[in-house]
Antibody, heavy 117, light 106 residues
Framework: QVQLVESGGGVVQPGGSLRLSCAAS????????MHWVRQAPGKGLESVSF????????YYGDSVKGRFSISRDNSKNTLFLQMNSLRVEDTAVYYC??????????WGRGTLVTVTS | EIVLTQSPATLSLSPGERATLSCRAS??????VAWYQQKPGQAPRLLIYDASNRATGIPARFSGSGSGTDFTLTISSLEPEDFGVYYCQQRSNWFTFGGGTKVEIK
């Protein structure tokens, strides 16, 4: 069965950096686009970033553009999110999700990022 | 950006009752609306796609309808495991989520 396991979250000061990873299994990772979606405490869902199956196209939400960078290693079935210049408002649970035509068909359990001084 | 407005914000119902959730788009999204369920402490799960198609393994008590700008998710008879937050999502023009409707036990 499909498994998506996020890691790399933690507590960081404003201005700091974190790199999230998402280990995928149970499907042919190299043939699917992948998303990062976040959810601030008590809030709704926000699209953060998307990458095509081959890494040829990337999308970023306005709130993270220029600060976050998405990438993938298809040889290791792993998705990444490099987060720089973190802000308090980036505090959230970050989910990776498998894409099927902009449907998010499978989700990981998420990893919590807390930005605080 | 297409804005999705969900109503009501909270729905208080008892097990066995019918739940009707609404999602309105700021412009036509044809039938490209999906619904997700999120239980406390869990990731969202895809329920319905393209307005009315149930995802794999989703019980028949969940149904979706609508087109254009107005969409509805109906749960015909609430089971205890159905309580949680429901989000609609459009994929007609990139994708965006609605703000969610919480279905709580009355």
């Amino acid at each position: 069965q499909v498994q998506l396991v996020e890691s790399g979250g933690g507590v960081v000061q404003p201005g700091g950096s974190l790199r999230l990873s998402c280990a995928a299994s149970g499907f042919t990772f190299s043939t699917y686009g992948m998303h990062w979606v976040r959810q601030a405490p008590g809030k709704g869902l926000e699209s953060v970033s998307f990458i095509r199956f081959d890494g040829s196209n990337k999308y970023y939400g306005d709130s993270v553009k220029g600060r976050f960078s998405i990438s993938r290693d298809n040889s290791k079935n792993t998705l990444f999110l490099q987060m720089n210049s973190l802000r308090v408002e980036d505090t959230a649970v970050y989910y990776c999700a498998q894409d099927d035509g902009l449907l998010l068909i499978q989700w990981g359990r998420g990893t919590l990022v807390t930005v605080t001084s | 950006e297409i804005v999705l407005t969900q109503s009501p914000a909270t729905l208080s119902l008892s097990p066995g009752e019918r739940a009707t959730l609404s999602c309105r788009a700021s412009q036509s999204v044809r039938n490209y609306v999906a619904w997700y369920q999120q239980k406390p402490g869990q990731a969202p799960r895809l329920l319905i796609y393209d307005a009315s198609n149930r995802a794999t393994g989703i019980p028949a008590r969940f149904s979706g309808s609508g087109s254009g700008t107005d969409f509805t998710l109906t749960i015909s008879s609430l089971e205890p495991e159905d309580f949680g937050v429901y989000y609609c999502q459009q994929r007609s023009n990139w994708f965006t989520f609605g703000g969610g409707t919480k279905v709580e036990i009355k």
